[in-house]
């Protein structure tokens, strides 16, 4: 058992070793454009690391279906490249200082420079289709990136409300989480050739991690530590957005705490961050949040019960196990 997802990056059988290296050649090489400053913003957010999830889980996927070619690297730089430009035009929305425990690319680079950058990253991941030339994977690409829009500006109109429901919380992150995650799935299982029932599971293992992970990343923005999560803790309290922990709070807690979130939430008044992260912490809010995504864990666990046994399923399997306990 590894201790940690960069542990077992570090520990990859063979081919999916050299697969996460031809990944990064692959990627950096797609970078390269004549006009020098795609370039600098692109590998700046890119070079700072991440995990890689979203891409490893198309190579394991496609390796664990039984796949031996190469397209499957391009699709997971697709998976990539669309994850990136969804975070350079997050972090302009959110103004966000950090990114992966580095200054982000907006407050570096600018703005206008952050939103071009990941436009051109969004062009060049269906360029990348292209080569793929395969019809329903271009479909799930394409239903895919409309979905995450979509979910990032329903969170858009719900910031600053706090009559937000959890059914509302769960769309917005099936749209702009899980259904990246579901796309990496489905497309290593797509690109295997597999069984309709064997892409409707991968489908579904990558959406039930997605939406692990969310609650995950939701949780941690109120139990976590800045110094590990690569970006400030309370970053969502800050900006306004009503996540699950605090969704619990407003529904649970008592009504001197429902006051102060609807005066930080909706009117803005400063100096209840602090009070509001205690309260979330006090409450059986954060043990709620992890409940729901152990649940969501044991449905990934299921869906990959039907692959063939092989190492990669194992490494799947572990996968799960640490998006369940990560601490950033």
Known sequence: MFASVHHLLENLPDPLAQDMNSLDLLVYGQLRSEVSLITEVAGHIISAGGKRIRPLLVLLTARALGYDGQQHLTLAAIIEFIHTASLLHDDVVDEAPLRRGVESANIRFGNAASVLVGDFLHTRAFQLM??????????????????????????????????????????????????????????????????????????????SLGVAFQLTDDHLDYAGQTDQLGKNTGNDLREGKMTLPLIFLMQHGT??????IREHIEEGIPGHTEAIIEAVKKSHALQYTHDIAL????????????????????ILMDLCSFLARRKH
Request: hydrophobic share 40%.
């Open 295 to 314: 649940d969501h864990i044991a449905a990934a666990y299921s869906a990959a019960e039907g692959f063939p046994v092989s190492p990669y399923k194992n």
């Open 255 to 260: 009504q001197s705490e429902k006051k102060i």
């Open 130 to 207: 292209l080569e793929v030339n395969n019809l329903e994977i271009m479909h799930v690409l394409a239903q895919t990136t409309n979905a995450i829009a979509e979910g990032e500006i329903m969170q858009l109109m719900k910031t600053r409300q706090t009559d937000i429901s959890e059914a509302d919380y769960y769309r917005i992150i099936d749209a702009k989480t899980a259904r990246l995650f579901e796309a990496a799935c489905t497309l290593g299982a797509l690109i295997s050739s597999a069984p309709e029932e064997t892409v409707h599971a991968a489908g579904k293992l990558g959406k």
